[in-house]
């Protein structure tokens, strides 16, 4: 059971930072953080067309880091922190792992000095 739920903890973490690799779609988020947004919103600072920004707006839906809602003939969007708290955490963990390694390291080298 943990290996299969380790799995779906790395394939969330595969699609966020698979999102969050394109300058479009982090801009997009960055846009999101003033608050709800529709696509054409989002695509316009972008020149790009409304079916490009839907293309990103999925792959960020898809990943988890926004929702969208429909109002009329809009679709809004709006983040969503849950995935944002699992990369942190999962970067957390390398952050200390690391910060462990370079401890260890200092601590050698000033043996060696000495």
């Given amino acids: 059971m943990a290996t299969y739920v380790n799995h779906m903890v ?16 982090r801009a997009m988020l960055a846009a999101l953080r003033g608050g709800e947004r529709s696509i054409g919103d989002l ?11 839907a293309k990103h707006v999925g792959v960020l839906a898809r990943a988890g880091l926004i929702e969208r809602r429909k109002v009329g003939r809009q679709q809004l969007c709006r983040l969503k922190a849950e995935r944002f708290a699992e990369a ?13 390694q370079l401890d260890a390291l200092e601590a050698a080298l000033r043996e060696d000095q000495e």
Avoid: I, V, Y
Avoid at 10 to 25: G, H, I, N
Avoid at 43 to 53: E, L, R, V
Avoid at 90 to 97: G, H, I, V
């Fill in 88 to 100: 942190e955490a999962w970067l957390a963990e390398w952050t200390r792992f690391w910060n462990h």
């Fill in 43 to 53: 695509a316009a600072p972008h020149a790009m067309t409304f079916a490009g920004a």
């Fill in 10 to 25: 790395e394939q969330k973490l595969d699609l966020t930072f698979a999102a969050l690799a394109d300058p479009t779609r």
